[in-house]
């Protein structure tokens, strides 16, 4: 397959919200209640916000297309959190199910990790449900560590997860 990876640009809000609510429909069940996950997966919802963020330049976005079709997105900014100053934060990777566990995933993340360290960020870090076993052991094969932080979200407990980033030749 060919594989591409580019910024989002304006007219890509319809791939990014449905990538987005197909991979929380398949990756969340069980760990959301089923009314929250029915709330957040709303396409209508999704595409707005996308939209918004588009329009407004919020962010950094990736698309991943695979011979053409978008399969993967990611966003990434300044930590929000006060507790996360002066890091970057992945604030999303999702990835259709359809195609998981067959590297797309960890392209993505290269490419994010990289942009996120030209941008001259020393650490990156990401909020992650602490009942998504998945999505952790991918964070931790890429070197993420738990920082102890947690928070609520959705009605879960979220875990921050961090990684140091080179800054030179390593």
Not at 91 to 107: E, V
Not at 116 to 138: D, Q, T
Request: charged share 25%; aromatic share 10%; with cysteine.
């Amino acid at each position: 397959m060919d594989v591409l990876i580019r910024k989002v640009q304006p007219g890509d809000e319809n791939s990014l919200a449905y990538i987005q609510t197909e991979s929380w429909k398949a990756a969340f069940r069980g760990i959301l209640d089923d009314e929250t996950l029915a709330r957040v997966t709303k396409l209508d919802r999704a595409t707005a916000m996308y939209r918004r963020l588009l329009e407004e330049g919020k962010g950094n976005g990736y698309l991943l297309l695979l011979d053409g079709v978008p399969h993967c997105l990611a966003f990434w900014d300044a930590a929000r959190d006060e507790a996360l100053s002066g890091k970057a934060e992945i604030i999303a990777i999702h990835s259709l199910p359809g195609n998981w566990r067959k590297g797309y995933g960890g392209q993505m993340m290269d490419r994010v990790l990289s942009d996120i360290s030209a941008a001259g960020y020393a650490e990156a870090a990401l909020w992650v449900f602490e009942k998504n076993a998945r999505a952790r052991a991918f964070y931790e094969a890429r070197g993420f560590r738990a920082s102890g932080l947690t928070k609520e979200g959705l009605g879960a407990v979220e875990m921050c997860y961090v990684r140091g980033l080179c800054q030179s030749d390593c």
